[in-house]
C-alpha cells in the first residue's frame, strides 16, 4: 500500500485556516487589551487628580471653583536633545448643564503631543492639571483638535490658598495648567502642544464611537466605574461652580 501523500493545496488550505484562526483570536485579544489600558488610565488620571487636589497650596480652592472643566494629563513624557518632543494621554471631565452649573460628566479620553526647542537633556515625566476657565475654553477643548496658546490662551496657575495675588493676565486666560514634575526638569510649558479628542480610547472605554462633545455635553454615555473615580475627585473637592 502506497503511503498518503498530502496534496500541496490541502496543505495551503491548513496553513490558511490556521492562519486566519490566530488573526481572529488577536483581533479579540487587542481591544480587550486596549481597554484594559484605557481603565488604568483612567483610574491613574483619578489618583493623579486627588493627590494634586488634597494640596491647598498647589490649586486655590477659589480657582478650582471657577473652573468649568478638568482636564487631567498623567506622566507627560519628554525625551529631548536640543530638540524635545512631549506626548501624553489622559481624560477631561466638565460641569453639565448649559452654563456649567451642574454635575460633573463622564469623562472623554485625550492626547497631547508637543513639540519644544532648546537646550534640554535627559528625560522627564509630568503630571499635568489644566482647568477650563470659561466657555471659550471649553468650547475649543470639545473641538477635534486645538493648538494650546493660539487656539486658546492657556497659563501657570497661580499658587498658594487663594489667587488674590495672581496676575489678572493669568486670571484671563482660557486655561490654567499646573504641573508636577518627576525628573529632572521643571516647569513645562504646555503652549504651542496639540490636544485632540481620542476617539479611538474613547470606543474602547464606552465600547460605542462618541466623541468628546457627546460625552461631556450631550450625555450620550454613563461614566465607567473608573471614570466615576475622576468624578468623585471633582465632586468632593468642588461640586459647585462658584464663578457665576
Request: proline letters at 5%.
Amino acid at each position: 500500500m502506497k503511503p498518503y501523500k498530502v496534496r500541496s493545496h490541502s496543505r495551503a488550505a491548513v496553513v490558511l485556516t490556521m492562519a486566519t484562526f490566530t488573526i481572529w483570536i488577536l483581533t479579540l485579544a487587542f481591544p480587550a487589551n486596549a481597554q484594559k489600558k484605557e481603565k488604568e488610565r483612567l483610574q491613574n488620571c483619578a489618583k493623579v487628580l486627588k493627590e494634586i487636589l488634597d494640596i491647598p497650596d498647589d490649586v486655590p480652592k477659589d480657582v478650582m471653583d471657577k473652573a468649568e472643566c478638568v482636564l487631567v494629563l498623567p506622566s507627560v513624557r519628554k525625551s529631548s536633545f536640543l530638540l524635545g518632543g512631549s506626548y501624553g494621554r489622559g481624560a477631561m471631565s466638565c460641569r453639565t448643564g448649559a452654563n456649567f452649573d451642574g454635575p460633573w460628566s463622564a469623562p472623554a479620553m485625550y492626547r497631547l503631543v508637543g513639540l519644544s526647542v532648546g537646550f534640554q537633556f535627559g528625560g522627564e515625566a509630568t503630571d499635568f492639571v489644566i482647568l477650563v476657565m470659561n466657555k471659550k475654553g471649553a468650547d475649543a477643548m470639545l473641538k477635534n483638535k486645538i493648538k494650546l496658546g493660539s487656539d486658546a490662551s492657556i497659563a501657570a496657575g497661580p499658587k498658594g490658598r487663594t489667587a488674590e495675588a495672581s496676575t489678572s493676565g493669568t486670571m484671563e486666560a482660557e486655561m490654567l495648567s499646573y504641573s508636577r514634575s518627576r525628573g529632572i526638569f521643571a516647569g513645562v510649558s504646555l503652549s504651542g502642544s496639540n490636544l485632540q479628542s481620542d476617539s479611538s480610547d474613547n470606543e474602547s472605554i464606552y465600547n460605542k464611537k462618541v466623541n468628546a462633545t457627546q460625552i461631556i455635553r450631550e450625555g450620550a454615555v454613563q461614566p465607567t466605574p473608573e471614570g466615576k473615580q475622576i468624578i468623585d475627585v471633582l465632586a468632593q473637592h468642588s461640586p459647585k461652580n462658584l464663578s457665576k
